[in-house]
């Protein structure tokens, strides 16, 4: 054995449920996360934006034009509140890691004894 040690390849580790099923987890691609982060920034940053834009037209509105008109323009910013939503969904989504439930065990898993050819290739996994 090396000096280094033995390090797992985590592209072909499982990990199985409290349920007894097998699963994969597969890790984001190197800087997935910097650009996940990003688009969050960007939609709440739009988000603010576009919510600001409509207070300060509905306030413009209430001094400069018809109180009808006023009304209808003060709907606005609660029309563009749950915009405010989508970059908080964004960031949840992105938390959750990726997995995939396996119901027999995958061919590029073989067995620690070596490789199986035949019916057993595919055999279902406890």
């Not at 800087?31 to 739009?46: F, N, P, S």
């Not at 405010?84 to 938390?95: D, E, F, K, Q, S």
């Amino acid at each position: 054995m090396a000096a280094a040690g033995f390090s797992p390849d985590p592209g072909r580790l499982y990990e199985v449920g409290r349920d007894g099923r097998p699963y994969t987890i597969h890790p984001d691609p190197p800087g997935a996360a910097e650009a996940r982060e990003a688009l969050v920034r960007r939609w709440w940053i739009g988000a603010v934006l576009l919510n600001a834009a409509a207070m300060g037209l509905a306030a413009g509105s209430a001094w400069l034009t018809p109180r009808g008109v006023a009304a209808w323009l003060g709907i606005l910013p609660l029309l563009t509140a749950p915009v405010l939503l989508v970059a908080p969904l964004l960031r949840r989504r992105g938390i959750r890691t990726p997995r995939r439930v396996h119901r027999h065990r995958p061919r590029e898993f073989p067995p620690p004894d070596g490789p199986v050819d035949g019916p057993q290739a595919g055999r279902s996994m406890p």
